[in-house]
């Protein structure tokens, strides 16, 4: 310990413990008899005070060996770690913890650690996995269960989501992974022994009361049957769309619905191309906040974050050298449409988060005070969006009356009927990840500029 603390330590302790009438201490020898006792007391104190520090100490070290071997086995690579949402979310908690408690000595890097919201919203990513794939929690921590092996020998992944569900009052989901808890406990005969120092008695104690607020009610299930279908118009081609650059090398197309009208393009984007646009976005991906609807691009306007959708992203303007140009040029040679700005927005990149997702909507705007306008180039026509990540689990794109869901390649769809009205068959939405990084790209095309390519029809069903 540095001196100086220790005498710090001892002055303090002076102060607390010694008789404000040993002021005259050097009058009489009775007071320096008294102040003999003081000093016992003083270094008894202390004792006490080194005690308790080393048990710190020894707490620090043990936590320490702990997570330097979880790195060394299970973080080999950062794409592992953030391919599952338990390993993330553990790995969040351990990090907001490290905030709490580090009294200063981690100033420098406050920023880069998750707050109390990140831990609950990461939370909140796996009720979603759970609740939309109707997982059960023991089949959840099941997914990666060799890659999840050393953790939960270390740490209780359950009593971890546990405590920030129950701290939420989110009974519902506590109830699950206190049950979840509670069988890990048991199935080891009481010699499993996490690192949060958490009982079978304190589990069983939350998890009756969690019971009590939840009402007995049973867990329920959420399924999805997609309906089974044929339909002889629907194909699939080698594409060139009479364009000549594309004689060489056509697209592979399928048609996957004539209503609304959803095309998929196979190998659309090369591995390099998707990853020189993730690489390039990454200095723009910036969290939504919730002042605005209208992600936040580079130059500078605001950005949305709200419930529905758990996602980060950024705009990346396109040179006619650089992958991003080269990605415009290909999406107009297939599609026949103007895409430069301002007839269409600059390419909009996005990565999901834990459980990531984006409930229903429509790219359309359907107020005519929607930011969408802004550009003064009328509606989104069309959307293009092109998956720059393969997604082992979940995040699929979802086609809510169309029934149907697409989880890879690039997709292409109108928004709009000929006459300019909204096709309300186009409402989608973005599946929660399972396990993966999910990397998207949208392009949105606007009505203006596609007088010549795309032309208008009063007919309501064109």
């Given at each position: 310990?540095?001196?100086?603390?220790?005498?710090?330590?001892?002055?303090?302790?002076?102060?607390?413990?010694?008789?404000?009438?040993?002021?005259?201490?050097?009058?009489?020898?009775?007071?320096?008899?008294?102040?003999?006792?003081?000093?016992?007391?003083?270094?008894?104190?202390?004792?006490?005070?080194?005690?308790?520090?080393?048990?710190?100490?020894?707490?620090?070290?043990?936590?320490?060996?702990?997570?330097?071997?979880?790195?060394?086995?299970?973080?080999?690579?950062?794409?592992?770690?953030?391919?599952?949402?338990?390993?993330?979310?553990?790995?969040?908690?351990?990090?907001?913890?490290?905030?709490?408690?580090?009294?200063?000595?981690?100033?420098?890097?406050?920023?880069?650690?998750?707050?109390?919201?990140?831990?609950?919203?990461?939370?909140?990513?796996?009720?979603?996995l759970q609740d939309v794939y109707a997982l059960q929690v023991a089949s959840l921590v099941r997914v990666c269960r060799d890659y999840l092996l050393y953790f939960m020998t270390h740490f209780c992944i359950p009593c971890d989501f546990t405590q920030v569900a129950y701290e939420q009052e989110d009974y519902y989901h506590s109830v699950q992974w206190l049950e979840e808890s509670v069988r890990l406990f048991r199935g080891t005969g009481g010699e499993w022994s996490p690192e949060n120092e958490g009982t079978l008695e304190d589990a069983l104690d939350h998890l009756a009361f969690s019971h009590f607020k939840v009402g007995g009610r049973t867990l329920g299930k959420c399924t999805f049957q997609p309906m089974q279908f044929k339909n002889p118009k629907l194909f699939c081609d080698y594409f060139t769309n009479g364009n000549p650059q594309l004689l060489l090398l056509p697209v592979r197309r399928e048609v996957l619905s004539l209503q609304p009208y959803?095309?998929?393009?196979?190998?659309?984007?090369?591995?390099?191309?998707?990853?020189?646009?993730?690489?390039?976005?990454?200095?723009?991906?910036?969290?939504?906040?919730?002042?605005?609807?209208?992600?936040?691009?580079?130059?500078?306007?605001?950005?949305?974050?709200?419930?529905?959708?758990?996602?980060?992203?950024?705009?990346?303007?396109?040179?006619?050298?650089?992958?991003?140009?080269?990605?415009?040029?290909?999406?107009?040679?297939?599609?026949?449409?103007?895409?430069?700005?301002?007839?269409?927005?600059?390419?909009?990149?996005?990565?999901?988060?834990?459980?990531?997702?984006?409930?229903?909507?429509?790219?359309?705007?359907?107020?005519?005070?929607?930011?969408?306008?802004?550009?003064?180039?009328?509606?989104?026509?069309?959307?293009?969006?092109?998956?720059?990540?393969?997604?082992?689990?979940?995040?699929?794109?979802?086609?809510?009356?169309?029934?149907?869901?697409?989880?890879?390649?690039?997709?292409?769809?109108?928004?709009?009927?000929?006459?300019?009205?909204?096709?309300?068959?186009?409402?989608?939405?973005?599946?929660?990840?399972?396990?993966?990084?999910?990397?998207?790209?949208?392009?949105?095309?606007?009505?203006?500029?596609?007088?010549?390519?795309?032309?208008?029809?009063?007919?309501?069903?064109?």
């Amino acid at each position: 310990m540095d001196p100086t603390c220790v005498y710090l330590s001892w002055s303090l302790l002076a102060v607390a413990v010694i008789p404000g009438s040993l002021g005259e201490m050097y009058t009489s020898l009775l007071n320096v008899k008294q102040a003999i006792s003081v000093e016992q007391k003083l270094i008894d104190y202390l004792r006490i005070y080194i005690d308790h520090e080393s048990e710190r100490l020894e707490d620090i070290k043990r936590f320490y060996d702990k997570v330097s071997d979880l790195h060394t086995e299970l973080y080999k690579g950062p794409a592992a770690a953030m391919a599952n949402p338990l390993a993330a979310f553990t790995l969040i908690k351990r990090l907001n913890e490290a905030l709490e408690n580090s009294q200063g000595w981690l100033t420098a890097e406050e920023d880069d650690l998750p707050t109390l919201e990140d831990l609950q919203g990461a939370a909140k990513g796996l009720m979603r996995l759970q609740d939309v794939y109707a997982l059960q929690v023991a089949s959840l921590v099941r997914v990666c269960r060799d890659y999840l092996l050393y953790f939960m020998t270390h740490f209780c992944i359950p009593c971890d989501f546990t405590q920030v569900a129950y701290e939420q009052e989110d009974y519902y989901h506590s109830v699950q992974w206190l049950e979840e808890s509670v069988r890990l406990f048991r199935g080891t005969g009481g010699e499993w022994s996490p690192e949060n120092e958490g009982t079978l008695e304190d589990a069983l104690d939350h998890l009756a009361f969690s019971h009590f607020k939840v009402g007995g009610r049973t867990l329920g299930k959420c399924t999805f049957q997609p309906m089974q279908f044929k339909n002889p118009k629907l194909f699939c081609d080698y594409f060139t769309n009479g364009n000549p650059q594309l004689l060489l090398l056509p697209v592979r197309r399928e048609v996957l619905s004539l209503q609304p009208y959803v095309v998929v393009y196979h190998n659309f984007i090369t591995d390099t191309e998707a990853e020189d646009i993730k690489r390039t976005s990454h200095p723009g991906v910036s969290a939504f906040s919730s002042s605005s609807n209208t992600p936040k691009n580079i130059s500078g306007e605001k950005q949305a974050t709200a419930e529905y959708r758990i996602s980060k992203s950024a705009w990346l303007k396109g040179s006619a050298h650089s992958t991003v140009g080269k990605l415009d040029h290909k999406i107009s040679m297939l599609t026949g449409l103007n895409v430069k700005h301002p007839y269409g927005e600059y390419l909009q990149v996005v990565n999901y988060g834990i459980g990531g997702h984006y409930e229903p909507h429509f790219d359309h705007a359907t107020s005519p005070s929607s930011p969408v306008f802004k550009l003064k180039t009328g509606n989104r026509v069309a959307t293009f969006m092109i998956y720059l990540s393969s997604v082992e689990a979940g995040g699929s794109t979802a086609f809510i009356y169309a029934n149907f869901s697409v989880p890879k390649a690039a997709i292409f769809w109108w928004n709009l009927h000929r006459n300019g009205q909204g096709d309300a068959d186009t409402l989608h939405a973005g599946c929660p990840v399972l396990i993966g990084d999910k990397w998207v790209a949208n392009k949105w095309i606007h009505e203006h500029g596609q007088e010549f390519q795309h032309r208008c029809s009063l007919n309501p069903e064109e």
